[in-house]
């Protein structure tokens, strides 16, 4: 598979890697509403931000919505969009990595990009996701009439859409429009209500398909040359039978089958966004100047329109929705209307005097943008994060301030790749693939001398058995233990089948 190569890549596809873990502090003043909603709005680079974020929610996020840097040259007021290309490819890979071990399953990542870079991106997040993820690249059409100052003006923006087949697999359809709802009629008033009609062929032959239709208005019909009837003949006669065919006004038309409006489920989206559809520049500087006035907008945001189309793609309502290049807050502010719970991350001043405030007025039922499509009226809440100190010290020991939950997620994590969102009282934090861990730290035995609770005893190897067997009472398996100190011999070790690391010296960061 062809890769990109620029001047730093060798450095930049380990940068990663070399992101501490770093604590995340709750602003109390910047927060609102609900405080167990679920949602966060962090400000800080999002490298850092998605370093500290991924021992809790690594393979938790079903869609990554980004709307990165363009590298156009152009001056923004809150950002630096003028990039040299390998500096902005640097920027890109380590994020994009990072993004990737976020994915649920069945998630799917959504990258808008213009022109300037769209082909370069693809490139990267081929080898970043996989070929073989890619899944499509949407048009958004994000212009409503031709820029006179230049010929060829560019059009639309890319979306480029990575995913396994289990995300495109859960897809949903989109709701139909007021438009696309006219084109139902009921010219002969049926009482299942109004339709449309589709054609009753398919393509190929089959056997079993291939047989003549007589209309009611005595007309026979076989399949056109090359292909065969949409069902087999039983089918037809049961659709026939229950008044689903439709010959014409006269009953002497080649048949189709009626689609009735009241059993639409939506349709499948393609990918050509239009303006008309899904919103378009000037819509979204609308949008922003109801929130925060023309002084105070934002240079670059998207409509409510083109993120509530990608998340009623591929989400549905309590799925988590990350965005780590959250701008003026569209994404956040859009999930929330939706039901979805979210994830932004911004780095400049605007998380605080853009995106708070606007969902702080989501909150309270503002009702621009998508508010009378989704029926929002206003509640929830979200916790306002700002970076902290790093998990480790530069000599890599464990800072004395790290509370036991952030320690036994960093563990965790680092141990089996998957984010630890448990809140016991004992140290054992759990079972994955057929081994057990366990944590003794800061007390967590409610004995805070240094050579108490966070030292691997036979008294605190047997509270750790008891609380593996409340969970599995077979488990059999081998446990890692945590802790300051061992007073088992290794002899006892190997014969109980514990693995004892100790802390900080045995604690890595994960790379």
């Not at 990009?113 to 997040?125: I, S």
């Not at 049926?190 to 209309?215: C, E, H, K």
């Not at 934090?429 to 035995?445: E, P, T, V």
């Amino acid at each position: 598979m062809p890769i990109l190569s620029w001047l730093t890549r060798d450095e930049d596809i380990r940068a990663a890697g070399r992101v501490p873990y770093r604590l995340l502090e709750e602003a109390a003043d910047l927060s609102a509403g609900d405080p167990a909603s679920g949602n966060m709005l962090i400000q800080g680079d999002n490298l850092d931000a998605l370093k500290a974020l991924l021992p809790f929610y690594a393979g938790q996020v079903k869609c990554i919505y980004i709307d990165p840097p363009y590298n156009t040259g152009s001056a923004f007021e809150h950002y630096d969009d003028n990039l040299e290309h390998s500096q902005w490819l640097a920027l890109m890979w380590p994020r994009l990595e990072l993004l990737r071990d976020f994915l649920a399953e069945d998630g799917s990542v959504w990258v808008n990009m213009d022109d300037d870079e769209a082909h370069y991106l693809k490139v990267l997040m081929d080898e970043v996701f996989g070929r073989g993820k890619f899944i499509v690249n949407a048009l958004w059409q994000k212009r409503t009439s031709p820029d006179g100052r230049i010929h060829m003006g560019d059009a639309h923006d890319h979306i480029f859409v990575y995913g396994s087949q289990l995300a495109r697999n859960r897809f949903s359809d989109l709701p139909l429009s007021e438009e696309q709802k006219k084109t139902y009629k009921n010219p002969d008033n049926d009482p299942r209500g109004p339709w449309v009609s589709t054609d009753f062929t398919a393509q190929g032959y089959r056997p079993n398909q291939m047989y003549t239709i007589n209309t009611p208005g005595g007309v026979s019909y076989s399949p056109p040359e090359g292909r065969c009837w949409g069902n087999i003949e039983a089918n037809f006669m049961r659709l026939n039978e229950e008044g689903r065919m439709w010959f014409g006004v006269d009953g002497t038309a080649r048949p189709r089958v009626k689609n009735y409006l009241s059993e639409a489920e939506g349709v499948k989206s393609w990918s050509w966004w239009t303006n008309k559809e899904v919103g378009h520049n000037q819509e979204a500087k609308k949008e922003i100047h109801a929130l925060f006035g023309a002084v105070n907008a934002f240079d670059t945001p998207k409509p409510e329109r083109l993120i509530q189309r990608i998340l009623q793609i591929s989400t549905n309502p309590g799925d988590l929705v990350l965005d780590s290049f959250l701008g003026s807050g569209t994404t956040a502010a859009v999930a929330h209307k939706m039901g979805r719970r979210y994830i932004g991350i911004e780095m400049g001043e605007h998380a605080e005097t853009h995106c708070a405030p606007r969902l702080k007025k989501v909150i309270e039922g503002e009702q621009g943008g998508i508010s009378e499509s989704a029926g929002w009226k206003g509640g929830g809440g979200f916790r306002f994060y700002r970076l902290g100190p790093p998990v480790f010290d530069e000599d890599g020991h464990i800072r004395a301030d790290i509370r036991f939950p952030v320690l036994a997620a960093h563990i965790w994590f680092s141990e089996t790749g998957t984010p630890w969102r448990k809140t016991r009282a004992t140290p054992f934090l759990g079972i994955r693939d057929g081994r057990s861990f366990a944590l003794l730290y800061n007390g967590i035995l409610g004995d805070k001398r240094p050579d108490g609770g966070n030292v691997l005893t036979r008294a605190t190897l047997a509270l750790i058995r008891a609380a593996i067997a409340k969970v599995d009472p077979d488990f059999a398996g081998p446990v890692t233990i945590y802790g300051e100190q061992s007073r088992l011999t290794a002899p006892t070790l190997e014969r109980e089948a514990v693995t004892f690391k100790q802390t900080p010296y045995d604690i890595k960061a994960r790379r």
